[in-house]
């Protein structure tokens, strides 16, 4: 009876919203899903943010289980035409509700959920999302907001059918002050979460541009091959680059702002950065990016 019901209500679901997921392979055991580099919106149905999974002997490892309920159902599908196997685990990078909202798909099909521990701070079932707001009732159908099983402080590392799975928080306050990397060493794959964006501009609200800089110096001294960031195509060794350029030109210009008196009324009418008006959601995000870090490095040393 309860196969039945689940059939029924998966059913339902995926009549509401299709999200035409097609896994990229980006080696011989890890694929992804590649989000639009744009807001939320009915449209695509919460889907601009990247999400993966990592095959397995004796199951896969989701990381992020992406904007609804219906988007992880259709994930699946996708993963068990590579192989039958189970989910096993599921990584939630951070606390931001486009990367977790697919998380209780999951946990009806038995995985173990980790995540940081802002998530256990900040998530609590039945609140509210934007994501809710952003794509509608009719999408969002299914989707409930869950405990994790783990939350991984720090560090943590686990084997799961011979591959080699780090989790770890690499600096107090990046993008959030919560963000996840997890890193296959053998492989050298490195999945960055919201620490890592391209073909767009990122959003510093609840985070750290000193903090990000430092995250991002880290993640390069580890010379993976394969870096999969929370947003945008580049996959390669170098996928850091444009968001760091972005970051470091910001900081730079702020610093030489504030040492010629710059108020922080007058900020956004020095730091524009014309070179990054192409990016998508430079429109949307840049000037309260600004602001952000006026506030912050207000108050920097440099010797720090």
């Not at 996840?180 to 919201?194: N, S």
């Not at 073909?199 to 999969?228: C, F, M, W, Y």
């Not at 900081?251 to 010629?260: M, R, T, V």
């Amino acid at each position: 009876m309860k196969t039945i019901v689940s059939l029924f209500l998966l059913s339902c679901v995926l009549q509401a919203f299709e999200y035409n997921l097609v896994p990229q392979k980006l080696t011989n055991d890890v694929y992804c899903f590649f989000g639009k580099p744009e807001n939320i919106s009915k449209e695509n149905g919460g889907n601009m943010v990247n999400t993966c999974f990592v095959k397995t002997k004796e199951g896969f490892v989701v990381i992020d289980s992406g904007p609804t309920y219906n988007y992880a159902a259709q994930a699946f599908i996708q993963m068990q035409k590579i192989a039958p196997l189970p989910v096993k685990y599921v990584i939630n990078t951070h606390d931001h509700d486009d990367h977790w909202l697919g998380n209780s798909f999951y946990k009806e099909k038995g995985a173990l959920l980790m995540g940081p521990e802002t998530y256990e701070q900040n998530i609590v079932p039945g609140m509210s999302t934007r994501m809710e707001k952003g794509v509608g009732k009719e999408t969002f159908t299914g989707t409930k907001v869950v405990k994790l099983n783990k939350v991984v402080q720090k560090k943590y590392s686990f084997t799961l059918g011979g591959t080699f799975f780090t989790i770890q928080q690499l600096v107090k306050q990046a993008h959030t002050k919560g963000d996840l990397i997890i890193y296959l060493p053998q492989e050298k794959v490195l999945f960055a979460g919201d620490l890592v964006f391209n073909d767009r501009v990122s959003s510093l609200r609840d985070g750290s541009i000193i903090g990000s800089l430092k995250a991002l110096e880290l993640i390069d001294r580890l010379h993976p091959k394969v870096i999969v960031g929370g947003h945008g195509y580049r996959t390669d060794g170098n996928a850091t680059q444009v968001f760091k350029s972005y970051l470091v030109t910001m900081k730079e210009q702020i610093l030489e702002a504030i040492s010629n008196d710059v108020s922080i009324d007058e900020i956004n009418k020095k730091v524009i950065m014309p070179e990054y008006k192409e990016m998508k959601l430079y429109d949307v995000l840049h000037r309260r990016n600004v602001f952000d870090a006026y506030r912050e490095l207000e108050l920097y040393d440099d010797e720090e």
